[in-house]
């Protein structure tokens, strides 16, 4: 490679995330600094091939449509994805390219299901799809990562940074300690070593709200760039990327295209998931169940609306003061971006994986606030939104397929069609850690699911 060649970025997650941030981000360094840095783009799994086809044909270039929430739509060309990844079942061709000594960055976006923690954020060595990889198999990101470092370690062994690009907090940490414990139960100690020693792993902090693309992008892209896209992406304006200086083998120069680079992202991280994250579930559980379909309309429902600013007012932003972010400004912009009426984002979409949403989002602040001495009266409203939300699934009355990597059906099927449902739901540590013992806790969700059910069955006016 001679000095002139760009180093590559490796991202694993060909979804519409990446494609509406960090592809944005480099697409944008791209044209300030020139070709240093561009992107390889592969997935682990098959489902995404037909994108990965599409985008092969376009040279990896595609449209972003982004709106404002006043409806202003701007469109951009992204040329940062030089090189897309082919799929195949070994993984060979994403083996290659980690492996090849031009890659300085691997990094992955995945659900907060995908890393398979328990409720203490350690591995589970007991899910399926983990025992497959630890025979060899690669169903997950620690599977086919063991793969391409091995590779990488044979080849040449340079270092590289691995680098989270997801809602997962305390992302990069949490990621670390499950890779190295899934090599510990691999045996791989070679690797083990190799990994802690060449490789870091930086917490970041991600935002911007993607939907899943629709039919409608690609004739708006047409009409407004003559491009026929046929893999455009939509997200809204606002885009924020916090991420902690702490790279292996070098980085673009991320802090000219406006990405923040600290020492700690813990006080975005935290407020980003608890006041974003988790109001947009409880937002999308609660417009699901009055048989509303989109998050804009759910948000601009008055007695939607309250349930999410009551949570942060009253129980997060008490138990993350003080904070360098102005945390109620940024209530009141979160708010306005869900109920953007442009974006179309679905209940579907953002209501899916709530048993990892659960532990990682929401029981920290019933925690803090019981620690506090306070009972949590605003945050009892999310699991129990939740709770209701799993009823209508279990009944085969949610309007659309709920998704959850996390949920195996036949357990919960089972405990939801128990009489102490709501007893069992309330005492799972891995929803709620410690307060799965405390009666206290169990009378609150108890009371809340009550207030709820009965404001459910009744229609609910949209403000728009």
Not at 54 to 63: H, M, P, R, S
Not at 114 to 127: A, E, F, I, V
Not at 274 to 290: D, E, F, K, P, Y
Not at 300 to 316: G, L, N, P
């Amino acid at each position: 490679m001679t000095a002139a060649s760009p180093s590559v970025w490796l991202h694993i997650g060909a979804g519409s995330f990446h494609r509406a941030h960090q592809a944005w981000y480099l697409h944008r360094l791209l044209q300030q600094d020139g070709p240093r840095w561009e992107i390889a783009l592969s997935n682990i799994r098959d489902d995404a091939v037909p994108l990965l086809n599409a985008l092969t044909q376009q040279n990896g270039e595609y449209v972003l449509e982004t709106v404002t929430p006043t409806g202003e739509r701007q469109y951009e060309k992204i040329t940062s994805i030089k090189h897309i990844v082919p799929w195949d079942a070994g993984l060979t061709a994403m083996v290659a390219r980690g492996a090849d000594a031009a890659t300085k960055v691997i990094a992955f976006t995945v659900t907060e299901s995908g890393y398979y923690l328990d409720s203490d954020h350690r591995l589970d060595p007991r899910h399926p799809d983990i025992t497959a990889d630890l025979q060899g198999e690669a169903r997950t990101l620690y599977g086919a990562l063991r793969r391409v470092l091995q590779a990488r370690m044979q080849v040449h062994g340079q270092p590289v940074t691995l680098l989270n690009c997801d809602n997962l907090r305390h992302n990069g940490e949490r990621f670390r300690e499950g890779f190295l414990a899934f090599l510990r139960l691999c045996h791989d100690d070679a690797l083990l070593a190799w990994v802690t020693e060449q490789t870091t792993s930086p917490n970041t902090m991600v935002d911007r709200i993607t939907p899943r693309p629709t039919a409608d992008i690609a004739p708006r892209v047409l009409e407004a760039t003559g491009f026929a896209d046929s893999a455009p992406v939509m997200g809204e304006a606002f885009i924020q990327w916090v991420v902690e200086d702490n790279f292996a083998a070098g980085r673009p120069a991320l802090e000219k295209v406006g990405v923040t680079l600290v020492d700690s992202v813990l006080p975005w991280e935290e407020a980003k998931i608890r006041i974003l994250n988790a109001s947009h579930s409880c937002i999308a559980w609660a417009g699901t169940l009055v048989g509303q379909d989109f998050i804009h309309q759910s948000t601009q429902t008055q007695a939607i609306k309250e349930m999410a600013w009551e949570y942060v007012t009253q129980d997060v932003i008490p138990s993350l003061s003080p904070s360098p972010l102005e945390l109620e400004a940024y209530r009141d912009v979160v708010l306005a971006r869900f109920a953007n009426p442009y974006i179309r984002d679905t209940n579907q979409r953002v209501a899916a994986d709530g048993l990892s949403k659960i532990p990682g989002f929401i029981t920290p602040t019933l925690t803090e606030c019981y620690a506090r001495g306070e009972t949590p009266r605003a945050t009892a409203v999310l699991p129990a939104l939740f709770f209701l939300f799993l009823q209508r699934w279990h009944r085969g009355e949610l309007p659309y397929v709920y998704q959850d990597g996390a949920l195996e059906a036949e357990s919960w099927h089972r405990i939801m069609a128990s009489p102490d449902a709501l007893a069992r739901f309330a005492a799972d540590e891995a929803l709620f850690g410690p307060l799965a013992h405390d009666t206290a806790f169990a009378t609150l969700l108890a009371e809340t699911v009550a207030t709820l059910d009965e404001w459910a069955k009744v229609p609910q006016p949209v403000n728009e």
